[in-house]
């Protein structure tokens, strides 16, 4: 089976300081695993993804995220938070073709000024 | 434009009063997914659809239907809806051949059930 875990729901930086976000998973086959952003009043929108490969992927909005095998972990970061960056962002993993997509809880991300 | 759209945004309903909410896609997807949100429970699935006349349950399926007549079509309905499934409500959809096809979501649907 496979799971995502996202530690702690709510996460607060200053304008221009480093965003890390968490997200640890659990498969037992190589996954593909996903960064989804929320705005307030909007649906899910895909921030970046990681098939094979590159294990660093770059997405929408200054976003990157490294896939670390050894730690199951693909943590979300970015070097300079901006308050458009404020929002939920979900973890998701897939392990194939059959199987389901698999989100966390989430984590809102607030930007102080 | 490529898009998933939901009807309607917001909805107040009272218990035991049959509802529909719509979803329509304009991609071509196969797969179509409703989920709920609800607050520290992120997102459950509630059912899927592989493709016309496909359809499968996820995580909470009870208290729900749907249906896939058309491809680009997937509605929700709730026959006898009850306080507990006051919930925001998305549909999502993909390509089911690609499965690194991310999900294209929809704004989402705001139910209320009084």
């Known amino acids: 089976a496979q799971s995502v875990t996202q530690l702690g729901s709510h996460v607060s930086v200053s304008e221009g300081a480093l965003v890390l976000l968490r997200c640890n998973y659990s498969?037992?086959?190589?996954?593909?695993l996903f960064w989804y952003v929320q705005y307030p009043n909007q649906g899910l929108q895909l921030l970046l993804k990681?098939?094979?490969?590159?294990?660093l992927v770059k997405g929408i909005n200054g976003f990157e995220a490294e896939f670390k095998k050894s730690e199951t972990s693909f943590h979300l970061t970015k070097p300079s938070a901006h308050m458009s960056d404020a929002a939920e962002y979900f973890c998701?993993?897939?392990?194939?073709?059959?199987?389901?997509?698999?989100f966390g809880k989430g984590i809102t991300l607030s930007v102080r000024p | 434009e490529a898009q998933v759209t939901q009807n309607p945004r917001y909805l107040i309903t009272v218990t035991g009063k049959k509802l529909t909410v719509t979803c329509s896609q304009n991609?071509?997807?196969?797969?179509m997914s409703w989920y709920r949100q609800d607050p520290g429970l992120g997102l459950r699935q509630i059912y899927y659809?592989?493709?016309?006349?496909?359809?499968d349950k996820g995580d909470v399926p009870e208290g729900y239907k749907v249906s896939r007549k058309e491809k680009r079509n997937f509605p929700l309905i709730l026959e006898s809806p009850s306080p507990n499934q006051t919930s925001l409500y998305f549909c999502?959809?993909?390509?089911?051949?690609?499965?690194?096809?991310?999900?294209?979501f929809g704004n989402g649907t705001r139910l209320t059930v009084t």
């Open positions: 999502a959809s993909s390509f089911q051949l690609d499965y690194s096809s991310p999900l294209h």
């Open positions: 998701a993993v897939r392990t194939g073709a059959n199987s389901k997509l698999t």
């Open positions: 498969s037992s086959v190589p996954p593909y």
């Open positions: 991609m071509n997807h196969e797969y």
């Open positions: 990681y098939t094979t490969g590159a294990t």
């Open positions: 659809s592989m493709n016309v006349e496909v359809t």
